[in-house]
T-cell receptor, first 115, second 115 residues
Framework: EAQVTQNPRYLITVTGKKLTVTCSQNMNHEYMSWYRQDPGLGLRQIYYSMNVEVTDKGDVPEGYKVSRKEKRNFPLILESPSPNQTSLYFC??????????????FGSGTQLSVL | AQSVTQLDSQVPVFEEAPVELRCNYSSSVSVYLFWYVQYPNQGLQLLLKYLSGSTLVKGINGFEAEFNKSQTSFHLRKPSVHISDTAEYFCAVRGGYSSASKIIFGSGTRLSIRP
């Protein structure tokens, strides 16, 4: 089954403790992206990747890192999480860049709470 | 730059009643327009998209949207809603055709259906 898989689904952590949220897609998509969803703000893009070893900042990249060593994986890294990063995070992919008319395929989300 | 505004954060309607979810966008270039739906505890799924051609676009689950260039609107409609339509709906816009353009999401409209 074609899908985007995020783990974990829920995560509670404390300020400053490094964490990684994994994202994997099995559709051989070139484009992958991370969004955060906050009430009243919709989805805001954190980072995106057009292909392996090609990543770029979205609208809200501060406090986050990503890597794209393989086509299928696009982990989101929070080196020193802070409470303002408490949010619902989504990974998404598409066959080509967001520049095309292709739709985005979304994962089920990761609810992160930073205490 | 592109932006998208969803005018209603919440829309309560009775089952079998019609519904319209409003979306306005701004862009200095031609756009692609999308509606995504997010069911509880799930990621976003594409409902429908407008690329070019007919301004009336039909999507899944009986939804349709009309592109109005003069009003810069892309309102979503359904003639008769069901309990299963309870979800959050996001309008999104991508402007231009270059590989650098990206999808911008609105803040979302929560549709709640009353029996």
């Amino acid at each position: 089954e074609a899908q985007v898989t995020q783990n974990p689904r829920y995560l509670i952590t404390v300020t400053g403790k490094k964490l990684t949220v994994t994202c994997s897609q099995n559709m051989n998509h070139e484009y992958m992206s991370w969004y955060r969803q906050d009430p009243g703000l919709g989805l805001r893009q954190i980072y995106y990747s057009m292909n392996v070893e090609v990543t770029d900042k979205g609208d809200v990249p501060e406090g986050y890192k990503v890597s794209r060593k393989e086509k299928r994986n696009f982990p989101l890294i929070l080196e020193s999480p802070s409470p303002n990063q408490t949010s619902l995070y989504f990974c998404a992919s598409s066959p080509q860049g967001a520049a095309t008319n292709e739709k985005l395929f979304f994962g089920s989300g990761t609810q992160l709470s930073v205490l | 730059a592109q932006s998208v505004t969803q005018l209603d954060s919440q829309v309560p309607v009775f089952e079998e009643a019609p519904v319209e979810l409003r979306c306005n966008y701004s862009s200095s270039v031609s756009v692609y327009l999308f509606w995504y739906v997010q069911y509880p505890n799930q990621g976003l799924q594409l409902l429908l998209k407008y690329l070019s051609g007919s301004t009336l676009v039909k999507g899944i689950n009986g939804f349709e949207a009309e592109f109005n260039k003069s009003q810069t609107s892309f309102h979503l409609r359904k003639p008769s809603v069901h309990i299963s339509d309870t979800a959050e709906y996001f309008c999104a816009v991508r402007g231009g055709y270059s590989s650098a353009s990206k999808i911008i999401f609105g803040s979302g409209t929560r549709l709640s259906i009353r029996p």
